[in-house]
Structure formats: structure tokens, C-alpha cells
């Protein structure tokens, strides 16, 4: 599968933005998804995932309460709401597809675990 991730862009402290992920390829209901960030100078982080049907998703304490991950598989676009942003949201996003069923009690939180990878998209918060 091939991922294109978009959305980025400048926003003020507070503001909000989506961003997207178009799969290509493959049918996206294929995988699960998820979403990273990596800041400059710092690793690439885990942000959130969500299962293949949407049934499940998981956020990092970062952004719990804050992004909302969904999908459309009709549509083969991820997406990440992000609200409330903050100057330390500033990253490049990355959208990630394992093929791999996980169990419930199964946490795929490390770029280890993700296959597929898009080229980034980069969201700046002015603070």
C-alpha cells in the first residue's frame, strides 16, 4: 500500500487542523493504521492508532483528549483531527498501515510494528 499524507500547515497555539492519509494500492480496510511524530531532533513518536474497522483506537498521553483519530475505509483516508494544538504538536506527521489483526490487549505503539509508511506532512504551531 502506498500512503500520502496531508494537511499540515501553520496554525496559532490553540488552533486546529486535520490531516489526511490517502491509501493507494491496497484496500485500506486491510490495515490497521496509525499515526506518528517526529519533532526535530527527537524520535519519531507514537501518536494514535485505530483498528481496521475503526472499532478500536488508542491515543498517546500527548494527545488524548485533544486528536481524534477516524477512518474511512470508502474512501481509503485516515484522518487526525487535532485540536487544542499546542507549540510542542510542532512535528512532521506520519501516517503508518501494518497488515497484522491485533488483539485487544495488544498496544502497536512502536514503528517497529507498522509495515507502510507516508512521506510526512509538516504541522508548525506558533506559540
Known amino acids: 500500500v502506498q500512503l500520502q499524507a496531508s494537511g499540515g500547515g501553520l496554525v496559532q497555539a490553540g488552533g486546529s487542523l486535520r490531516l489526511s492519509c490517502a491509501a493507494s494500492?491496497?484496500?485500506?480496510?486491510?490495515?490497521?493504521m496509525a499515526w506518528f511524530r517526529q519533532a526535530p531532533g527527537k524520535d519519531r513518536e507514537f501518536v494514535s492508532f485505530i483498528s481496521h474497522s475503526g472499532r478500536r483506537t488508542y491515543y498517546a498521553a500527548s494527545a488524548e483528549g485533544r486528536f481524534t483519530v477516524s477512518r474511512d475505509n470508502d474512501k481509503n483516508t485516515l484522518y487526525l483531527q487535532m485540536n487544542s494544538l499546542k507549540h510542542e504538536d510542532t512535528a512532521v506527521y506520519y501516517c503508518?498501515?501494518?497488515?497484522?489483526?491485533?488483539?485487544?490487549?495488544?498496544?502497536?505503539?512502536?514503528?517497529?510494528?507498522?509495515?507502510?509508511w507516508g512521506q510526512g506532512t509538516q504541522v508548525t504551531v506558533s506559540s
Open positions: 503508518a498501515a501494518d497488515r497484522t489483526w491485533y488483539n485487544d490487549d495488544v498496544y502497536p505503539t512502536q514503528r517497529t510494528n507498522y509495515d507502510f
Open positions: 494500492g491496497r484496500t485500506m480496510s486491510k490495515y490497521f
